[in-house]
């Protein structure tokens, strides 16, 4: 199952009042060597995949990946997306952040992971593209 969507957006706050400003991805990306785990519920032992292009647009971190069949996480991955889950939600460690009136402003950003999650803190963070591949069975 390919996957696609934003795992966070720039400049809008999230439940916790945190704001992620464009850029803050920039420096982990460029020293990401291998997919981005995907997790669900930001779960370790439910690995479900990967997520094998992470990069930065204008509007957030865009992820596109897949589930990856035999994971110990991929079925719970598939039954959650089914019953209608869609939420996106990083692992992050910040590196520089500063205290506004609402919250952290995140200036750089260590990526860790990307979770599938029913309530994501960013409520605009959300799958946008859900593929399956089926292939004939002769």
Partial sequence: MKLEGYASMFGVA???????????????????????????EHHGRL???????????????LVSGEIRDGQPGAARARQAIARGVDGLSIGFVPIVACYGAGGRVLEEIELLEVSIVALPMQPLARLSLVRSDFRAVA
């Fill in 14 to 40: 999230d439940l916790t009042g945190d704001v992620v400003r464009a850029g803050a991805f920039r420096a982990s990306l460029a020293r990401r060597r291998t997919p981005l785990p995907m997790l669900l």
């Fill in 47 to 61: 690995f479900a995949g990967a997520w094998t292009d992470v990069r930065e647009d204008r509007r957030g971190l």
